[in-house]
């Protein structure tokens, strides 16, 4: 595993520079022997993708270097996006969020969530679909806003119409209340035409009430055709594949984030969506007696996230340069993570359809900590953002 030079190592453990009012240290530049790499039309051939929570922010605070690395990379017009698996709210809200605690200036153009690329699933605009997880409908409002999504139902909305689908949520109703709307259409099983459809599922955020929220999707799993209230006849049948289970037009299941950990601010990481998806797992298992679970998978590390990040960068650096931005290649992508099962594993797995490279960079500030063998191994683990950026900018410039 490569270590990061000496002199990049002193240039960390630099002196910090004056503080502004607002408490940020004076933008740096990494080193003055060496200015970042440009292509003869003046546009970098490479560019950073930046983990949030771990590597820019602990608990929604800042972390050493991170205004002054993004700061810099500005300065430089060196393109970069903010690409995490984090969610819960529409990403204009957070970056607004992102730009008031880092001090810095970010647009929507250059943010990817874990939910983000739901965006363009067209085909359930006009379909009705469960949203689950997040905190009240913020991720409903996403999806309807946002999105696009003309149909949307959460799991509060249907427990509040019908308390019995899960009666342990009686200590919640006073919350689901707060925010839940009107159905569509009843849950009626002796009238299944009638019946409340649901045609796709979307794990949007970590689900709050993994008791109710993995009932309802275990009801419409086993549904006949998505249709709450019903069983279909299909399941267990060993004459069909999957012993029957999952064959009757179910509507399909969408996760937007695998992460089994995240950093916040307890000492050690907590559980994130990952986490739900491996409880549920475990569920389905013990009803259909491991029959396979289809799901779809969204975020970090997956090929598909990382495709849909990087049609996200290279617009956004052609909104930098313009056309030049598109016809000029673009070489290589520094993925700075603190999180080897997603930012590690998903810059060294990637392969990319425009041709470039990407390197992982481990950084110490969040979930990965020193000392240990990482389960993936980067490029180069480093201590934070900063010394990570000082170093990408090093090898752009030997290459």
């Given at each position: 595993?490569?270590?990061?030079?000496?002199?990049?190592?002193?240039?960390?453990?630099?002196?910090?520079?004056?503080?502004?009012?607002?408490?940020?240290?004076?933008?740096?530049?990494?080193?003055?022997?060496?200015?970042?790499?440009?292509?003869?039309?003046?546009?970098?051939?490479?560019?950073?993708?930046?983990?949030?929570?771990?590597?820019?922010?602990?608990?929604?605070?800042?972390?050493?270097?991170?205004?002054?690395?993004?700061?810099?990379?500005?300065?430089?017009?060196?393109?970069?996006?903010?690409?995490?698996?984090?969610?819960?709210?529409?990403?204009?809200?957070?970056?607004?969020?992102?730009?008031?605690?880092?001090?810095?200036?970010?647009?929507?153009?250059?943010?990817?969530?874990?939910?983000?690329?739901?965006?363009?699933?067209?085909?359930?605009?006009?379909?009705?679909?469960?949203?689950?997880?997040?905190?009240?409908?913020?991720?409903?409002?996403?999806?309807?806003?946002?999105?696009?999504?003309?149909?949307?139902?959460?799991?509060?909305?249907?427990?509040?119409?019908?308390?019995?689908?899960?009666?342990?949520?009686?200590?919640?109703?006073?919350?689901?209340?707060?925010?839940?709307?009107?159905?569509?259409?009843?849950?009626?099983?002796?009238?299944?035409?009638?019946?409340?459809?649901?045609?796709?599922?979307?794990?949007?955020?970590?689900?709050?009430?993994?008791?109710?929220?993995?009932?309802?999707?275990?009801?419409?799993?086993?549904?006949?055709?998505?249709?709450?209230?019903?069983?279909?006849?299909?399941?267990?049948?060993?004459?069909?594949?999957?012993?029957?289970?999952?064959?009757?037009?179910?509507?399909?299941?969408?996760?937007?984030?695998?992460?089994?950990?995240?950093?916040a601010s307890h000492p050690l990481?907590?559980?994130?969506?990952?986490?739900f998806r491996v409880a549920f797992?475990?569920?389905?298992?013990?009803?259909?007696?491991?029959?396979?679970?289809?799901?779809?998978?969204?975020?970090?590390?997956?090929?598909?996230?990382?495709?849909?990040?990087?049609?996200?960068?290279?617009?956004?650096?052609?909104?930098?340069?313009?056309?030049?931005?598109?016809?000029?290649?673009?070489?290589?992508?520094?993925?700075?993570?603190?999180?080897?099962?997603?930012?590690?594993?998903?810059?060294?797995?990637?392969?990319?359809?425009?041709?470039?490279?990407?390197?992982?960079?481990?950084?110490?500030?969040?979930?990965?900590?020193?000392?240990?063998?990482?389960?993936?191994?980067?490029?180069?683990?480093?201590?934070?953002?900063?010394?990570?950026?000082?170093?990408?900018?090093?090898?752009?410039?030997?290459?």
């Amino acid at each position: 595993m490569a270590a990061p030079s000496r002199s990049f190592a002193r240039l960390a453990r630099s002196p910090t520079l004056p503080r502004t009012r607002r408490s940020h240290p004076e933008p740096w530049r990494p080193c003055r022997t060496f200015q970042a790499k440009v292509q003869s039309s003046g546009i970098p051939d490479y560019a950073f993708a930046f983990d949030i929570d771990g590597v820019l922010l602990r608990s929604s605070n800042p972390l050493p270097g991170a205004h002054e690395a993004l700061t810099y990379l500005q300065r430089q017009r060196i393109p970069f996006i903010l690409l995490t698996n984090g969610g819960g709210k529409s990403e204009t809200e957070r970056v607004a969020e992102l730009s008031e605690k880092l001090n810095v200036e970010l647009n929507v153009d250059m943010f990817v969530q874990s939910h983000t690329p739901f965006a363009e699933m067209h085909e359930y605009k006009d379909k009705t679909v469960l949203v689950v997880g997040g905190d009240y409908d913020k991720c409903q409002l996403v999806a309807k806003d946002h999105y696009g999504f003309q149909n949307v139902v959460t799991p509060g909305d249907i427990v509040c119409a019908h308390p019995d689908i899960w009666p342990f949520s009686k200590v919640f109703m006073d919350y689901y209340k707060s925010f839940a709307k009107p159905l569509p259409k009843p849950i009626t099983p002796s009238n299944p035409s009638e019946t409340l459809k649901i045609d796709a599922i979307f794990v949007y955020n970590d689900p709050r009430d993994w008791g109710l929220d993995s009932t309802i999707i275990l009801d419409l799993l086993l549904s006949s055709q998505g249709r709450l209230g019903t069983l279909s006849p299909q399941n267990g049948n060993p004459a069909l594949p999957n012993r029957g289970y999952q064959q009757d037009a179910q509507p399909p299941l969408y996760y937007s984030n695998p992460d089994l950990w995240w950093a916040a601010s307890h000492p050690l990481p907590r559980l994130g969506q990952g986490g739900f998806r491996v409880a549920f797992a475990g569920l389905w298992d013990a009803v259909t007696g491991r029959a396979k679970l289809e799901y779809t998978m969204f975020g970090k590390p997956h090929q598909l996230t990382y495709e849909f990040a990087e049609r996200r960068l290279r617009a956004h650096r052609k909104m930098l340069f313009g056309q030049r931005g598109l016809n000029d290649p673009l070489r290589r992508v520094y993925m700075v993570g603190d999180n080897p099962e997603s930012d590690v594993r998903g810059a060294n797995e990637y392969v990319s359809p425009f041709g470039s490279s990407w390197r992982s960079l481990l950084v110490k500030t969040g979930v990965y900590r020193g000392g240990t063998v990482p389960s993936c191994e980067p490029s180069v683990i480093l201590e934070d953002v900063g010394e990570a950026v000082r170093w990408a900018v090093e090898d752009a410039g030997k290459s």
